[in-house]
Nanobody, 114 residues
Framework: QVQLVESGGKSVQAGESLRLSCLASGDIFRKTAMGWYRQAPGKQRQLLATAPRGSEIHYTDVMKGRLTVSKDIDKNWMELQMRDLKPEDTAVYYC????????WGQGTQVIVSS
C-alpha cells in the first residue's frame, strides 16, 4: 500500500517562507498526477497545485503567485515552496493524487502568526 509522508511544517511569522516535502513509498509519480492540498481547521480540504506526469505545474487560485512546486520522479518526492505566508495559510498540508486515490498521510502542520 502506498504511503504518503509530508514534512517540513512548523510555526512561522507572517511574511516568511517555508518548504514542505512529500515522499511516497511507492513508484507512483511516473503514473499519477500528484497534488498539494491543505485543510484549515473547520474548513474543507483545498487543492493548491497539481503536478502532472509531465513537467508542467498548475497552481490553483488559493495561493497562486506564492507557491512553487518541484518534484523528482525517480525519488517519488516533491516539494512545495511557499512564500509571503499569511495567518490564513495556517493549515495542515497534504499531498495526494489529483484524484486522491491514495490513503491520506498525516499531513504537516503550518502555523502562521501575525
Amino acid at each position: 500500500q502506498v504511503q504518503l509522508v509530508e514534512s517540513g511544517g512548523k510555526s512561522v511569522q507572517a511574511g516568511e517562507s517555508l518548504r514542505l516535502s512529500c515522499l511516497a513509498s511507492g513508484d507512483i509519480f511516473r503514473k499519477t498526477a500528484m497534488g498539494w492540498y491543505r485543510q484549515a481547521p473547520g474548513k474543507q480540504r483545498q487543492l493548491l497545485a497539481t503536478a502532472p506526469r509531465g513537467s508542467e505545474i498548475h497552481y490553483t487560485d488559493v495561493m497562486k503567485g506564492r507557491l512553487t512546486v518541484s518534484k523528482d520522479i525517480d525519488k517519488n518526492w516533491m516539494e512545495l515552496q511557499m512564500r509571503d505566508l499569511k495567518p490564513e495559510d495556517t493549515a495542515v498540508y497534504y499531498c495526494n493524487g489529483v484524484t486522491p486515490i491514495y490513503p491520506w498521510g498525516q499531513g504537516t502542520q503550518v502555523i502562521v502568526s501575525s
